[in-house]
């Protein structure tokens, strides 16, 4: 069983940054994929970014550059810094953590929201 809970959301306007945690809690975290995730009203949730156990990252096209994922296994946690953001990168966000083929465990989410 894994519990992770986001922080770091806020208000910012378009063209800065924030940087959301994920703290994790539960077994194996190190060896776990972990991923960033977000959904805007009306809106399938989309896959932003993904890290594997060996910190290699993957990317949605529309994230690339700006974006930038992150962990650290001594301290359990994932991160994500968001840089140049876009008023349509406004979204709920989530972390989630791979188990087998599936992301299983979510957290609550974290908003972000990005004025223009």
């Known amino acids: 069983q894994v519990q992770l809970v986001e922080s770091g959301g806020g208000l910012v306007q378009a063209g800065g940054s924030l940087s959301l945690s994920c703290a994790a809690s539960?077994?194996?975290?190190?060896?776990?994929?972990m991923a960033w995730y977000r959904q805007s009203p009306g809106n399938q949730r989309e896959l932003v970014a993904t890290?594997?156990?060996?910190?290699?990252?993957n990317y949605a096209d529309s994230v690339k550059g700006r974006f930038t994922i992150s962990r650290d296994n001594a301290k359990n946690t994932v991160f994500l810094q968001m840089n140049s953001l876009k008023p349509e990168d406004t979204a709920v966000y989530y972390c989630?953590?791979?188990?087998?083929?599936?992301?299983?465990?979510w957290g609550q989410g974290t908003q972000v929201t990005v004025s223009s």
């Open positions: 539960g077994s194996s975290f190190s060896m776990r994929q």
């Open positions: 890290i594997t156990s060996s910190s290699k990252t």
């Open positions: 989630a953590a791979r188990e087998g083929l599936l992301f299983k465990y």
